[in-house]
């Protein structure tokens, strides 16, 4: 099974009539009152960057209050509560709501597209992800509407943001809202690696991988490692809200500098997780306007891997002002330095790329854009390096200096490059195209009104000004710059009203719009229906519409891999993860009511929450994991026997271990899992170094007798023994075992078993966790396994009702494998818990 | 469009040389040791940023514009290595040892010697307490104002027992966060004598935006003569208004949050008010400090500082109002 | 399973392409996490802040990760049938040689960054 170059088309024409209509009638979207159900990428995705996009016009909207209030000193348009909760829904909807989403957004729209594969892996997963965050978001954005929005800014900094300090729902709208909604994010991060890994085509090595997918790939693997932390900081600041905890008060050996290590462990990764996926949509439009393929594609490839990378040593770069040691400062801005070359790389390429065409660069709206990105971007990234420089930070940190240096980045590089998307693309989904005329006015509207509301605001931080003040004396020499930045910011809103005119004038969803209108050369803009290609290209380069243009015209008439529908359903192939030779042909679910009403469900129970409805939010959890059941149910379909896909391939239609997709899947989830973890190991040593005297055994009861800790291990062993060998015992194909399903729900009692004697044993100690800092950690240990045994116990009954209705069995195993998998993890977890906390005081202690 | 451009340009360079050279509250107009040094820390890196930002923009242009032969020099991977690679190397290096030599020199600016004055200043919500350290060990209470020697480095102990707050005067130095649980100290020299402005730059909730102070940097003499007077009991009521005032005062209970020395009144949850009607300021810079601004801010303190801790006192009569005004007026 | 002897492992590919990145991290946490340690006990820390063994600790770190990173540049073949199980398949030898050499550049600058401030100041001063 080599990769042929292509001498011969894998498949013979003219293809039977009937391959279309299947293909059409099995990839149909659902019509009426079952739109919603569609889990289609282009169905869903359109939907997913309009909701990015209502947000973005709706925290926009905010941003212009903020702007009429601060246009002149000693104003009263705004009251300061008001203005408080306006500037923190304007930031947190911006990053968490809009910004985040639409990118991935963009991932889910496009790279089945590029890729020409079928769908995403796990549709209905990316699908579940969009309507939980669609209802999460619209719930906690509205809470600006009824006085009950929080207001500790999108940072939340305790202890403002601790009970005492911010009484009410409202900071805990942003706690579990939030929180909820970066869940969905990491479930699209997973489905994105392992689209990008496992679904290119043919053919398309790792080196022919559109830069978008790179792109996508490391912002998906940032996501992984970011998310977890601030998911960790926001369960422990609601932790210590609702039940006093004190992982944040300092009087009980907290510190509120906990918070501010896990939040920028996510918060400054963020601001690249938003740049990587722009840049990466920058490198695909610039070589089809140059007309030429991207000048350094593989320095570019360097540079957004280690862009991912360095963006994580950068966050106390948040922190030089709160007195750390001046050294450890200094490895922070030595990061910050080394995180600005490869932008600097990329910049150049892109320049290089510019000139590179043979006819000039065509200056088109996307262009516009782009070039007014890369002025934007650069001017950012150079007020971006000055605030490295530790000791200007110290006086442009937290000034408008900063608002101004970050806005630059964030919208010129990312807002920019949106909206050269949005012409650029808008043919995959629209029916026609968006003009060229209102395109013009809107990026020119857009592009002066940045400036004059941004630039000022470097003048007006220098100037003394700091952020997040909702007023100012009018005697301070503020008052114009301000004035400028206002006016400026509404004539930015007017280029984007512009734009919506646009879209309200040419936008008509459907298939039938120009194919390839700018000439590219990759393969998104090959003919497409709801089924993506007719058939899977064999891909040989890296621009294969420009080096074999014969390509869009052999993939329409069927002619390269899975003309068809061979199991009947909806499919696509998967290919290694390397060097994309194909490997099985992957059966995909179709629309489902199940994944909406998981979404629902989890919404409502996280929001019902918020509001102390605990009783009602129980039983809609109870819901959703019940909606869950029903969903996951359906997949894990048996195999069909092998199907060719051209070139005399065979490919089997089931994958069980390393190689299958679910696999990768749960691997990825066990890494989001375990850089949980890392946090809380962070957490916990950190705050030993930050409150000795209040660790055991000093300052608390000692940890109990080895006996309870070891008596937890030999369940966490023992429970994982028991799954292995129920592994090994599994039936034959088609027929049921109650030895295996009573073996699993053996497994499932031992994990409960374990975590439950683990929090036994500190309670027999008269440990308490409101009593320091100390009880609260070790209280958590079990409580982050706990969660993750919750999963894995629900998974293993859940493989135990598979194997007792016969549809587990030797060979039809992912349900089995899956479950098995976490079971270990958490074991593994589990034991290291023990260590940690039975292990450490014993050793500080002598 | 590139005129629209250009006279935008011009009126925000004609915003900047009125907010940076009049600035009260200005990076650019400094009046202290490491202020200056990161001044001219920031023209260098400025300037630096103006002719790269320039650089990129005049390459964008001649690989839009330029000649067939000039842009095929563009197009290779020694272009983007030299240019996106070497050059911020260089430039890079440079810039981050230099900004480690600024940090350096913060190092010896440290620790003065016993028996010098030291300022504690605590972050409330939403204003400054600051107690002065004398040599002699005695502990003199203000609030929302700092009063230095100039020439003399003087160790600041920030602190905060609620949330974080950062303690910023421009003029000064940069930023420093007062943290609950933790101290820490900065060392400031003002340069030259004068009054300059500062503000809480961590949101703190509230009433952020209103919690600003004065710092006041003495001639050396005359900086003794202040301290002297700080440290002297309140002024006694010579009038009998201000004698009406006082008692108004120690009969509404005003001392049980507020302190004036020579008084019964020794509350310590509000600022100290002993020699108030000498300050700058009232509320934290926020309104300026006469006795009118007295009597507005007792009926109307939400109003003007929504949030604040001080309840509004709406009890008074026309009349009292203004003794009680008069009277705290008079402590100078 | 005859081919799987020949095809390298993916994650194992992953990580030889990203060896540099991930030994800087190491070398950031190393550092980082000694130095701030050893300040926070106040271990060894002298008068005007400066500390010898939290300086050490980070030119140890420094030396040790430069080490290991030029050990990568000059023998990547090995190293990639370690973590690989397989030898670099021909056509993808160029950009995986050239990914894992540029990150790895890339990361010795970065690392020579974070360890020149222990030249220039003392290791645990708040230099305020």
């Known amino acids: 099974m080599s990769t042929h170059e292509l001498d011969e088309l894998p498949n013979k024409g003219p293809r039977p009539a009937h391959e279309l209509e299947d293909l059409k009638r099995i990839w149909a979207t659902p019509t009426g009152w079952r739109l919603p159900t569609a889990v289609n990428n282009t169905v869903i995705g359109v939907l997913y960057i309009g909701a990015a996009l209502l947000f973005f016009l709706m925290a926009g909207v905010l941003a212009l209050l903020m702007r009429t209030q601060l246009a002149v000193g000693d104003n009263n348009f705004l009251s300061q509560d008001l203005y408080n909760q306006i500037f923190t829904v304007h930031g947190t909807t911006m990053m968490f709501l809009f910004a985040v989403p639409a990118v991935e957004a963009l991932g889910v729209m496009l790279l089945p597209q590029m890729l020409a594969a079928r769908d995403l892996p796990f549709p209905r997963l990316s699908a ?153 949509l920058v490198s695909m439009m610039i070589p089809t306007m140059a007309q030429t393929p991207l000048v350094g594609y593989r320095l570019i490839v360097v540079a957004l891997i280690a862009t991912g990378f360095f963006s994580f040593g950068l966050w106390v770069h948040h922190m030089f002002t709160t007195g750390i040691p001046g050294m450890s400062l200094a490895f922070f801005s030595a990061a910050s330095m080394a995180v600005a070359i490869p932008s600097g790389i990329q910049v150049f390429s892109w320049i290089a790329t510019i000139a590179a065409g043979r006819k000039r660069f065509r200056i088109t709206v996307p262009s516009l854009f782009i070039l007014g990105f890369l002025f934007i971007f650069t001017l950012g990234g150079l007020t971006g390096v000055m605030v490295a420089i530790v000791p200007f930070d110290w006086q442009a940190h937290d000034s408008y200096f900063i608002v ?157 891999y899975l003309p068809n529908a061979p199991t009947g359903g909806r499919e696509t192939i998967v290919t290694s993860a390397i060097e994309a030779k194909p490997q099985y042909v992957l059966q995909m679910p179709g629309p489902s009511w199940t994944h909406l009403g998981a979404a629902a469900f989890t919404a409502a129970f996280f929001l019902l929450l918020t509001i102390k409805q605990v009783e009602i939010a129980i039983a809609c959890g109870v819901l959703a994991i019940v909606a869950c059941i029903i969903w996951t149910w359906q997949l894990d379909k048996p195999e069909q026997g092998e199907v060719e896909i051209g070139h005399g391939i065979k490919l089997p239609t089931y994958m069980t271990g390393p190689m299958s997709h679910s696999w990768w899947a749960m691997v990825v989830l066990m890494l989001v899992a375990s850089s949980l973890y890392v946090s809380y190991f962070f957490s916990y040593l950190y705050l030993w170094t930050v409150s000795p005297d209040v660790w055991a055994p000093a300052g608390s009861p000692p940890p109990p007798p080895l006996l309870w800790p070891i008596g937890s291990a030999l369940l966490f062993i ?129 | 469009m590139s005129g629209t451009l250009a006279r935008t340009g011009l009126i925000v360079l004609v915003a900047l040389l009125l907010a940076g050279c009049t600035g009260t509250q200005s990076v650019l107009s400094p009046g202290g040791v490491e202020a200056e040094r990161v001044h001219l820390l920031f023209w260098i890196m400025t300037i630096g940023s103006g002719i790269i930002l320039a650089l990129v923009v005049v390459l964008t242009g001649l690989a839009l514009f330029g000649s067939q032969s000039l842009r095929s020099r563009f197009a290779n991977e020694r272009f983007i290595t030299g240019l996106g690679l070497f050059f911020p190397v260089v430039v890079l290096t440079v810039l981050l040892v230099y900004g480690l030599f600024v940090m350096r020199a913060g190092a010896q600016s440290q620790a003065p010697e016993d028996g010098q004055l030291r300022v504690a200043i605590e972050g409330e919500l939403w204003w400054w307490r600051v107690t002065y350290l004398d040599g002699e060990g005695n502990r003199i209470t203000s609030a929302n104002e700092l009063h230095l020697p100039v020439g003399t480095p003087v160790e600041l102990a920030l602190t905060s027992d609620n949330v974080i707050h950062s303690f910023w005067a421009p003029t000064l130095a940069g930023k420093l966060d007062m943290i609950p649980g933790r101290e820490n100290t900065l060392t400031v020299t003002a340069t030259r004598a004068g009054v300059t402005r500062g503000q809480c730059a961590e949101y703190c909730g509230g009433a952020h935006a209103l919690m600003a102070f004065h710092v006041v940097a003495h001639p050396p003499q005359e900086f003794e003569a202040w301290l002297a007077h700080a440290a002297s009991p309140a002024h006694e009521p010579a009038t009998a208004q201000e004698q009406h005032g006082a008692e108004l005062f120690q009969q509404a209970g005003c001392g049980s949050c507020h302190a004036v020395r020579g008084t019964e009144a020794d509350g310590v949850i509000g600022p100290d008010l002993t020699h108030v009607g000498g300050r700058l300021s009232l509320a934290a810079a926020t309104m300026p400090n006469n006795s009118q601004a007295f009597s507005d801010w007792i009926v109307n303190n939400q109003h003007i500082k929504p949030e604040n801790k001080m309840p509004a006192y709406e009890i008074f009569t026309e009349e009292q109002l203004d003794d009680l005004s008069i009277y705290l007026d008079s402590l100078e | 399973m005859g081919e799987a002897k020949t095809t390298p492992r993916p994650i194992g590919t992953l990580v030889f392409l990203m060896a540099g990145p991930i030994l800087w991290a190491a070398h950031l946490t190393l550092i980082y996490g000694s130095q701030s340690a050893l300040c926070g006990f106040a271990v060894g820390t002298g008068p005007s802040g400066s500390n010898t063994l939290a300086s050490a600790s980070v030119i140890a770190g420094t030396v040790l990760v430069l080490g290991l990173l030029l050990a990568l540049l000059i023998w990547p073949h090995p190293v990639y049938k370690t973590l690989s199980g397989a030898k670099m398949p021909g056509d993808q030898q160029p950009l995986m040689l050239f990914v894992m050499r540029f990150l790895n550049g890339l990361s010795i600058l970065a690392v020579l960054y974070a360890g020149v401030a222990v030249q220039l100041l003392d290791a645990c001063a708040d230099l305020r």
């Open chain 1, 128 to 280: 579940f992800a969009i309507w939980a965050y669609i209802i999460g978001g619209l719930v906690f954005f509205s809470t600006v509407f009824y006085d009950l929005a929080p207001k500790g800014g999108w940072f939340m900094y305790p202890p403002m943001t601790l009970l005492e300090y911010s009484p009410g729902d409202n900071a805990d709208f942003w706690l579990l809202g939030i929180g909820f909604i970066e869940i969905s994010a990491i479930a699209g991060a997973i489905e994105i690696v392992v689209g990008v890994l496992r679904t290119r085509p043919p053919g398309m090595t790792l080196a022919r991988m559109p830069i978008f997918a790179w792109s996508m790939l490391v912002f998906a693997a940032m996501i992984i490692f970011a998310f977890p932390a601030v998911i960790l900081a926001t369960m422990l600041l609601e932790i210590e809200r609702a039940f006093g905890w004190p992982f944040f008060t300092a009087e009980l050996g907290g510190d509120s500098l906990l918070w501010q290590h896990l939040f920028w462990f996510f918060g400054h990764p963020e601001v690249y997780i938003i740049f990587l996926p722009a840049a990466g």
């Open chain 1, 718 to 846: 023992g429970g994982s023994a028991v799954v292995f060998i129920a592994g090994k015992l599994l039936p034959k194909p088609r027929h049921m075992s109650l030895r295996v399903a009573g073996l699993l729900t053996l497994g499932a009692a031992a994990l409960g078993g374990a975590v439950a004697l683990e929090i036994l044993g500190h309670m027999s100690t008269g440990l308490s966790p409101t009593a320091s800092s100390y009880g609260a950690m070790v209280y958590m240990a079990p409580i982050l396994t706990g969660q993750a045994a919750f999963a894995t116990i629900i998974m293993c009954l859940f493989a135990v009702g598979r194997v007792i209705t016969a549809q587990l069995d030797a060979k039809r195993r992912v349900t089995f494998d899956n479950a098995a998998l976490l079971y270990y993890y958490t074991a593994g977890q589990g034991l290291f818990g023990l260590l940690l906390i039975h292990g450490f005081p014993r050793l500080i202690g002598g």
């Open chain 1, 404 to 560: 101004a240096h970050f806005h630059y980045v964030l919208v010129g590089g990312m807002v920019f490059p949106l909206f050269a998307t949005f012409y650029y693309w808008v043919p995959m989904v629209s029916k026609k195209m968006l003009s060229e005329r209102l395109g013009r006015w809107a990026f020119w509207l857009m592009f002066i009104g940045f400036n004059v509301a941004f630039f000022p605001m470097h003048f007006t931080g220098l100037a003394g000004m700091p952020r997040r003040v909702w007023t100012y004396p009018g005697n301070m020499g503020w008052d114009l710059l301000n004035t400028i930045s206002t006016v400026g910011a509404f004539t930015m809103a007017a280029g984007v009203l512009v734009f919506l005119v646009d879209l309200a004038k040419n936008f008509r969803f459907g298939e039938g719009g120009p194919d390839n209108p700018w000439g590219a050369g990759t393969l998104e803009f090959l003919p497409n229906d709801t089924y993506s290609t007719r058939s899977i290209p064999h891909v040989t380069s890296l621009e294969p519409q420009w080096d074999r243009p014969s390509l869009a015209k052999e993939v329409e008439e069927g002619l390269h």
